[in-house]
């Protein structure tokens, strides 16, 4: 790992924070329950993972360990859309703050995943937070979707904004 590479996952983890809490914010006040699958998440559901995703992967590289049995203090999930940006904020901070201590050799270094893999810390804060977090913000865009809700522009220009122009 270089320290280009230590330095651009923290700048991108916080760049990717910032259109996350965006993302929150474009949520409908009133479909917290929304279910498009009766075996899926609902939409306050969904959207509180992206804040359990950075909470339970931080907290476990922090103590070295993961546990899923772990109580993360904050992580109560919001039971109003209006909660979930300034709670995702919150977990985003203290995230940060546990793993900031962390140096480019870190990255390199392996501890026990939750499935009892060893990994590398830099691949755990990479893929199973990083790319994860992604992921699951795409589900939450579907959902808008479903729901008729303009999807925010999030990394280029969005056919929902007014400004978009097809060329």
Not at 29 to 42: H, K, S
Not at 43 to 51: P, R, T
């Amino acid at each position: 790992m270089t320290t280009h590479e230590f330095v651009t996952f923290f700048s991108s983890w916080d760049a990717e924070a910032k259109k996350t809490a965006q993302l929150l914010r474009a949520l409908p006040a009133n479909q917290y329950d929304f279910r498009p699958d009766p075996e899926g998440r609902t939409l306050g559901q969904l959207a509180w993972h992206l804040a359990e995703i950075e909470g339970y992967m931080s907290s476990g590289v922090a103590a070295g360990k993961f546990d899923f049995n772990a109580k993360i203090p904050g992580l109560e999930r919001p039971r109003t859309v209006a909660d979930l940006a300034p709670g995702y904020e919150r977990v985003h901070a203290n995230a940060v703050a546990r793993v900031r201590h962390l140096t480019a050799d870190d990255f390199l270094r392996t501890i026990r995943f939750f499935d009892g893999s060893m990994m590398p810390i830099g691949s755990i804060l990479w893929d199973a937070l990083f790319r994860h977090l992604i992921h699951h913000r795409g589900q939450l865009c579907v959902y808008l979707r479903l729901l008729n809700v303009p999807v925010p522009t999030v990394y280029f220009n969005s056919a929902d904004d007014p400004n978009w122009v097809f060329d």
